[in-house]
Protein backbone atom coordinates (compact mmCIF):
# COMPACT_ATOMS: atom_id res chain seq x y z
CA UNK A 1 0.00 0.00 0.00
CA UNK A 2 1.13 3.49 -1.01
CA UNK A 3 0.33 6.59 0.28
CA UNK A 4 0.89 10.19 -0.52
CA UNK A 5 0.21 12.90 1.15
CA UNK A 6 0.40 16.64 0.80
CA UNK A 7 0.72 19.24 3.64
CA UNK A 8 1.18 22.99 3.69
CA UNK A 9 -1.31 25.18 2.05
CA UNK A 10 -3.22 27.74 3.34
CA UNK A 11 -4.68 31.29 3.10
CA UNK A 12 -1.98 33.89 1.79
CA UNK A 13 -1.99 37.27 0.33
CA UNK A 14 -1.04 37.90 -2.91
CA UNK A 15 3.36 38.84 -2.82
CA UNK A 16 3.37 35.95 -0.11
CA UNK A 17 4.76 32.50 0.17
CA UNK A 18 3.94 28.90 0.99
CA UNK A 19 6.08 25.81 0.60
CA UNK A 20 3.93 22.33 0.45
CA UNK A 21 5.12 18.96 0.95
CA UNK A 22 4.45 15.68 -0.41
CA UNK A 23 5.37 12.29 1.59
CA UNK A 24 5.35 9.38 -0.03
CA UNK A 25 5.23 6.08 2.47
CA UNK A 26 4.59 2.50 2.15
CA UNK A 27 5.90 -0.51 0.09
CA UNK A 28 8.37 2.00 -1.64
CA UNK A 29 10.86 0.13 -4.08
CA UNK A 30 11.81 3.31 -6.34
CA UNK A 31 9.68 6.44 -7.08
CA UNK A 32 10.56 7.80 -10.81
CA UNK A 33 9.02 11.92 -11.34
CA UNK A 34 7.69 13.70 -8.57
CA UNK A 35 4.90 16.30 -9.69
CA UNK A 36 2.70 18.78 -8.67
CA UNK A 37 -0.89 19.50 -10.25
CA UNK A 38 -3.00 22.64 -9.47
CA UNK A 39 -6.93 22.25 -10.02
CA UNK A 40 -9.56 25.15 -9.71
CA UNK A 41 -13.10 24.26 -9.63
CA UNK A 42 -14.97 23.31 -13.21
CA UNK A 43 -11.23 23.57 -14.77
CA UNK A 44 -9.16 20.33 -15.48
CA UNK A 45 -6.46 19.37 -13.14
CA UNK A 46 -3.24 20.99 -14.87
CA UNK A 47 0.32 20.42 -14.23
CA UNK A 48 2.29 23.04 -12.20
CA UNK A 49 6.07 21.32 -12.07
CA UNK A 50 7.71 18.08 -12.03
CA UNK A 51 10.92 16.68 -10.60
CA UNK A 52 12.57 12.95 -11.96
CA UNK A 53 14.86 11.28 -10.27
CA UNK A 54 17.95 12.73 -11.06
CA UNK A 55 16.85 16.51 -10.63
CA UNK A 56 15.50 17.36 -14.01
CA UNK A 57 12.66 19.90 -13.63
CA UNK A 58 10.15 20.83 -15.67
CA UNK A 59 7.45 23.99 -14.85
CA UNK A 60 4.26 25.24 -16.81
CA UNK A 61 4.89 28.77 -18.04
CA UNK A 62 2.64 30.54 -15.64
CA UNK A 63 4.93 29.53 -12.34
CA UNK A 64 8.45 30.05 -14.05
CA UNK A 65 10.38 32.04 -11.78
CA UNK A 66 8.49 32.12 -9.16
CA UNK A 67 7.78 28.60 -8.23
CA UNK A 68 10.30 25.34 -7.33
CA UNK A 69 9.95 22.41 -6.98
CA UNK A 70 12.52 20.18 -4.97
CA UNK A 71 13.31 16.29 -4.33
CA UNK A 72 14.94 14.71 -1.21
CA UNK A 73 14.86 11.40 -2.20
CA UNK A 74 16.28 9.62 0.76
CA UNK A 75 13.28 10.92 2.28
CA UNK A 76 10.55 9.88 -0.16
CA UNK A 77 9.49 13.47 0.06
CA UNK A 78 9.00 16.17 -2.83
CA UNK A 79 8.34 20.32 -2.21
CA UNK A 80 6.94 22.99 -4.05
CA UNK A 81 7.79 26.35 -2.65
CA UNK A 82 5.71 29.48 -3.89
CA UNK A 83 6.91 32.79 -4.05
CA UNK A 84 5.08 36.21 -5.36
CA UNK A 85 1.79 34.08 -5.38
CA UNK A 86 -0.90 35.60 -7.45
CA UNK A 87 -4.77 35.17 -6.87
CA UNK A 88 -4.32 33.34 -10.42
CA UNK A 89 -2.31 30.69 -8.55
CA UNK A 90 -5.30 29.68 -5.90
CA UNK A 91 -6.59 25.72 -6.13
CA UNK A 92 -6.30 22.54 -5.00
CA UNK A 93 -2.50 21.20 -5.43
CA UNK A 94 -2.18 17.69 -5.25
CA UNK A 95 0.94 15.90 -5.47
CA UNK A 96 1.94 12.68 -8.16
CA UNK A 97 4.15 10.09 -8.22
CA UNK A 98 5.59 7.48 -10.48
CA UNK A 99 6.45 4.43 -8.16
CA UNK A 100 7.49 1.26 -8.32
CA UNK A 101 6.11 -1.29 -4.92
CA UNK A 102 7.81 -3.56 -5.97
CA UNK A 103 5.18 -6.12 -6.40
CA UNK A 104 6.73 -7.49 -9.66
CA UNK A 105 10.81 -8.51 -10.55
CA UNK A 106 10.82 -5.95 -13.41
CA UNK A 107 10.77 -2.39 -13.11
CA UNK A 108 6.77 -1.37 -13.03
CA UNK A 109 5.74 2.18 -12.08
CA UNK A 110 2.24 3.02 -11.47
CA UNK A 111 0.85 6.36 -10.51
CA UNK A 112 -0.34 7.62 -7.20
CA UNK A 113 -1.98 10.64 -6.17
CA UNK A 114 -2.17 12.90 -2.70
CA UNK A 115 -5.24 13.77 -1.44
CA UNK A 116 -4.44 17.61 -2.01
CA UNK A 117 -4.34 20.29 0.06
CA UNK A 118 -5.85 24.10 -0.73
CA UNK A 119 -4.07 27.01 -1.16
CA UNK A 120 -5.81 30.28 -1.54
CA UNK A 121 -4.41 33.36 -2.41
CA UNK A 122 -6.19 36.71 -1.75
CA UNK A 123 -5.87 39.91 -3.76
Known amino acids: QVQLVESGGGLVQAGGSLTLSCVAS????????MAWYRQVPGKQRELVASAGRGGVTNYSDSVTGRFTISRDNAKNTAYLRMVTLKPEDTGVYYC?????????????????WGQGTQVTVSS
Open 26 to 33: GTIKRIRA
Open 96 to 112: NAEIDSGKYDAAAYDPY
